[in-house]
């Protein structure tokens, strides 16, 4: 054992421990002051689904007087893709061109100026000489300013016209004075869309929120506002449409349910490994005190308290009472030993303070890389990556000042002999595997390979996804009509025949939306209306024709009964079968959109080239093939049913897309890849293909999360460098990580969690966590060496000590997961594989790195001293 001079310690090594024992009741004013300014904190912090993500987007819709489509493209199109292509910050030009009028899209990398971007714009423009009259708008958009929720008002005695005339009057005035709301739009009552409520004639209102609004803020005071108004309103219903509100509200709370749920069972978890209800109240107590710390700092920062911030607290949870733990527990030894409280707290905190202060700036230098990505992927982590390392940080000043107070006045003396006889039997064990390990170097370390391989040989087997699919309750049916056929091929003539009094009427429905399309397009949303209707699991629909302002597309979202037997994914199925028998129109059955940024499926590929006649064979001959897929359904192309003639350009080439959505269970990279394989050969000359939609995502996704987990790696080992002062140590840890991967991959394909994106975040954050170990092992070890104990005996020694600590973490850790691992309430498809995974890789890191670690010290310290 250590043996440690008080006098010498007290004098010599001041450190922020022995200052906070020094002046308890300044630390202890401090923290409750931290917990009061905490608690205001987080009742400023609003709820949300996802963090806000901007996308800045701009839209330029052009007019010129020229003949024909073809014609319009290289006359208007091409010299404005041609004047635009260079923007600073551009990432992609997509348009689409009419008769006569062109709609270009213009998406920009995030960070990017918008109102500077549309300076840019206007003055290009401006640059361009056109050869006929040309007339353009440029328009910035927001999707962050999002229809926050949609009311209808439906009635039996009024007119469409007279319901329009009541919105503007009563109800919209009303819902313009909530401060978050940018605008109200209101559907139905032109010729550009009509409205349906569960098969009812009715008008639509549109809540839109500004780009900082908060949806569940707003959806409260509209409700409020709502039954004010239905008292006023006679004979006339004004009903709640489409929102998400409920969700976000249901899926925030269920995290919430988890983080509390994680803090009970870590704090019952210690009782159990302490028996000391002292110490488990000095452990319970950092738990709040870290968590109030952080919600200061975010509120500062201006997160929300969305699902991955939340998920990001709750998995902290784990880092939290391991800091305590390992405080507590050191301090307990100590007692054990003979110290007095004082006295013990001084010489644990002073034994493990830099390994404790070390392991917590690994999981800063491992986070702190995801914090900072750039582009949405960035946006979206950030609020992520920053909590958790703003709460490990605030743990471990809770670990170095609080706790060691605590410590001081609530322990006392225990009986060492007393306290441990039950786990004597557990370390006798460790002790003898530990000591034949230690003379069996080679072949452990041939285990320990074969266990890594092991588990990177398990990741094909494991399905290999993005995001998973959440069973919402709610879905989106989108659909489109086809309208007359016109060739692309008869374009020099089309004009003289159009204006003939036989083709007349079809120049007029090619030229803008008419009445009768719209009613067309109505009258096939009531039969699909009806046909969800009959289902028992659907609540309501709500249909919009008109969608977007094309008269053929329609939407109609289905809200469906929370007491139903059967899963979103499964009322969508059959929504899908029943919707087939019907006619003359492309429906595609989708989930609801993380974020509204058009029409974008999960699957979806670029058939790009110059010949328009091969673009449109090559997407007729891939989706017979690709429709035969099972993991593939609603599969169309643009142009497949609106025949009237358009081009679709993106990046500067002409383009056709192909879309689908995928079915149950199948992983968006294992169905790419499959698709691929198809098309290859069914390509033309000079037609090249592109992976856009979660294809193209899944793929950038991955990259950037590798180059990511490349950097925290070496941010860690350079972090480990610095206690250690050699490179040996950090090495051990590194080369010991792998041992985690046998057991998340297990345990992703045990529960057929998807190996994707949430799940990488968790073997991300598997890093912070199983370097903790390591170091606790290597210092002490370490310490000992240098107090004159043999190395052999010394790494015994140290596995004996730090037996239990480990195991009371890990335990505290993967118990307090859970909760989030099995999967209960909404929005549960997002957490569950990160916990899986991080479950899995703790629990087969911690009990392999017991064994692993120090053999892997005692080996390549050899290998060094030899060389």
């Known amino acids: 054992m250590i043996a440690y001079d008080y006098e010498f310690?007290?004098?010599?090594?001041?450190?922020?421990?022995?200052?906070?024992?020094?002046?308890?009741?300044?630390?202890?004013?401090?923290?409750?002051?931290?917990?009061?300014?905490?608690?205001?904190?987080?009742?400023?912090?609003?709820?949300?689904?996802?963090?806000?993500?901007?996308?800045?987007?701009?839209?330029?819709?052009?007019?010129?007087?020229?003949?024909?489509?073809?014609?319009?493209?290289?006359?208007?199109?091409?010299?404005?893709?041609?004047?635009?292509?260079?923007?600073?910050?551009?990432?992609?030009?997509?348009?689409?061109?009419?008769?006569?009028?062109?709609?270009?899209?213009?998406?920009?990398?995030?960070?990017?100026?918008?109102?500077e971007a549309v300076d840019n714009v206007d003055k290009n423009l401006k640059k361009v000489s056109f050869l006929t009259e040309t007339t353009w708008k440029v328009i910035p958009f927001n999707l962050n300013e999002s229809t926050a929720v949609s009311y209808v008002l439906i009635s039996e005695s009024y007119s469409l016209l007279e319901l329009a005339n009541i919105a503007k009057s009563k109800v919209i005035?009303?819902?313009?004075?909530?401060?978050?709301?940018?605008?109200?739009?209101?559907?139905?009552?032109?010729?550009?869309?009509?409205?349906?409520?569960?098969?009812?004639?009715?008008?639509?209102?549109?809540?839109?929120?500004?780009?900082?609004?908060?949806?569940?803020?707003?959806?409260?005071?509209?409700?409020?506002?709502?039954d004010k108004l239905q008292q006023q309103l006679t004979d006339t219903q004004l009903v709640l449409a489409e929102t998400q509100a409920k969700y976000i509200q249901e899926a925030t709370q269920a995290t919430i349910d988890a983080l509390v749920s994680a803090i009970a069972i870590s704090v019952i978890t210690i009782f159990a490994f302490l028996k000391n209800w002292r110490a488990t109240l000095i452990t319970a107590i950092a738990i709040p005190i870290s968590l109030l710390g952080t919600f200061i700092a975010m509120a500062i920062a201006g997160f929300n308290l969305e699902t991955l911030t939340l998920l990001a607290l709750a998995l902290v949870i784990g880092i939290i009472v391991d800091d305590a733990i390992v405080e507590v527990e050191n301090i307990i030894r100590h007692l054990e030993e003979g110290q007095s409280p004082n006295?013990?707290?001084?010489?644990?905190?002073?034994?493990?303070?830099?390994?404790?202060?070390?392991?917590?700036?690994?999981?800063?230098?491992?986070?702190?890389?995801?914090?900072?990505?750039?582009?949405?992927?960035?946006?979206?982590?950030?609020?992520?990556?920053?909590?958790?390392?703003?709460?490990?940080?605030?743990?471990?000043?809770?670990?170095?000042?609080?706790?060691?107070?605590?410590?001081?006045?609530?322990?006392?003396?225990?009986?060492?002999?007393?306290?441990?006889?039950?786990?004597?039997?557990?370390?006798?064990?460790?002790?003898?595997?530990?000591?034949?390990?230690?003379?069996?170097?080679?072949?452990?370390i041939a285990i320990a390979i074969a266990v890594s391989l092991g588990g990177v040989a398990l990741i094909p087997l494991i399905p290999q996804g993005f995001i998973p699919s959440l069973d919402r309750g709610e879905f989106n049916i989108l659909y489109q009509t086809s309208l007359p056929n016109i060739k692309i091929e008869k374009t020099v003539d089309r004009e003289d025949r159009a204006n003939s009094s036989s083709f007349g009427w079809l120049k007029k429905i090619a030229q803008s939306p008419e009445k009768i399309l719209l009613r067309r397009t109505l009258k096939i949303g009531t039969q699909i209306e009806q046909t969800v209707l009959d289902f028992p699991e659907v609540e309501s629909v709500y249909t919009v024709a008109g969608f977007r302002g094309q008269a053929n597309q329609g939407k109609i979202y289905v809200k469906l009964?929370?007491?139903?037997?059967?899963?979103?994914?499964?009322?969508?199925?059959?929504?899908?079968?029943?919707?087939?028998?019907?006619?003359?129109?492309?429906?595609?059955?989708?989930?609801?959109?993380?974020?509204?940024?058009?029409?974008?499926?999960?699957?979806k590929i670029a058939l790009m080239g110059?010949?328009?006649?091969?673009?449109?064979?090559?997407?007729?001959?891939?989706?017979?093939?690709?429709?035969?897929?099972?993991?593939?359904?609603?599969?169309?192309?643009t142009g497949e049913t609106q025949d009237i003639e358009t081009i679709t350009r993106f990046n500067s080439q002409r383009v056709i897309y192909l879309t689908a959505n995928l079915t149950k269970d199948s992983a968006i990279r294992n169905v790419t890849q499959q698709v691929l394989e198809i098309v290859e050969p069914l390509l033309f000359s000079g037609i090249t293909i592109d992976t856009q939609g979660n294809s193209a995502r899944s793929s950038k996704i991955l990259k950037e999360f590798v180059i990511t987990l490349g950097i925290a790696v070496l941010l860690m080992l350079a972090v480990l460098y610095l206690p250690f002062k050699r490179w040996l140590e950090p090495l051990v840890i590194g080369l010991s990580l792998p041992l985690a991967i046998i057991g998340s991959m297990l345990a992703l394909l045990i529960t057929q969690s998807d190996f994707g994106m949430i799940s990488l975040i968790g073997l991300i954050f598997l890093l912070g966590l199983l370097d903790k170990n390591g170091i606790l092992l290597m210092d002490y070890a370490n310490q000992l060496r240098k107090a004159g104990i043999p190395r052999k005996q010394a790494l015994i020694q140290t596995g004996t000590i730090r037996l239990r600590p480990i195991l009371m973490t890990t335990a505290s850790t993967v118990l307090g997961m859970l909760p989030i691992a099995l999967g209960w309430g909404a929005g549960a498809e997002l957490r569950q594989p990160m916990a899986v995974a991080i479950i899995g890789g703790l629990i087969a890191s911690s009990l392999l790195s017991l064994i692993v670690i120090p053999v892997l010290y005692s080996l390549l310290e050899d290998r060094t001293t030899n060389n």
């Open 610 to 637: 110059d010949n328009l006649e091969q673009l449109r064979q090559t997407a007729i001959a891939i989706k017979q093939r690709i429709e035969l897929l099972p993991s593939l359904v609603d599969v169309t192309f």
């Open 343 to 444: 006295n013990a707290a001084l010489l644990a905190t002073h034994e493990i303070g830099v390994t404790v202060s070390v392991s917590t700036l690994t999981i800063v230098a491992v986070f702190l890389p995801i914090a900072l990505m750039g582009g949405t992927l960035g946006q979206f982590f950030r609020p992520f990556g920053l909590t958790i390392s703003v709460a490990v940080l605030t743990s471990l000043l809770v670990a170095r000042t609080l706790s060691p107070v605590l410590a001081v006045y609530f322990l006392k003396r225990r009986n060492h002999y007393q306290q441990n006889k039950n786990d004597s039997r557990l370390i006798n064990l460790y002790r003898g595997l530990l000591s034949w390990s230690l003379y069996h170097r080679q072949q452990v």
């Open 173 to 226: 005035p009303a819902f313009q004075d909530i401060s978050e709301v940018q605008k109200v739009n209101i559907l139905g009552k032109s010729e550009q869309n009509l409205v349906h409520f569960n098969g009812k004639n009715a008008v639509a209102l549109q809540i839109v929120k500004t780009a900082k609004g908060n949806t569940l803020e707003i959806v409260r005071q509209v409700a409020q506002i709502t």
């Open 561 to 603: 009964k929370g007491d139903r037997s059967l899963k979103t994914d499964a009322v969508q199925e059959n929504a899908r079968q029943a919707l087939a028998k019907i006619d003359n129109v492309d429906i595609s059955v989708e989930d609801i959109p993380f974020v509204e940024t058009g029409r974008d499926t999960p699957f």
């Open 9 to 115: 310690l007290t004098k010599h090594q001041m450190n922020i421990s022995q200052l906070a024992i020094k002046y308890s009741r300044i630390t202890i004013a401090f923290w409750v002051g931290i917990a009061v300014t905490g608690i205001i904190a987080l009742n400023s912090l609003q709820y949300n689904l996802f963090p806000d993500v901007t996308f800045p987007v701009i839209v330029i819709r052009a007019q010129s007087q020229v003949n024909t489509v073809v014609e319009t493209e290289q006359q208007l199109t091409i010299p404005i893709e041609l004047a635009l292509k260079d923007l600073p910050g551009l990432a992609n030009i997509e348009s689409t061109t009419y008769r006569q009028q062109i709609l270009v899209n213009l998406s920009f990398d995030t960070g990017i100026d918008i109102n």
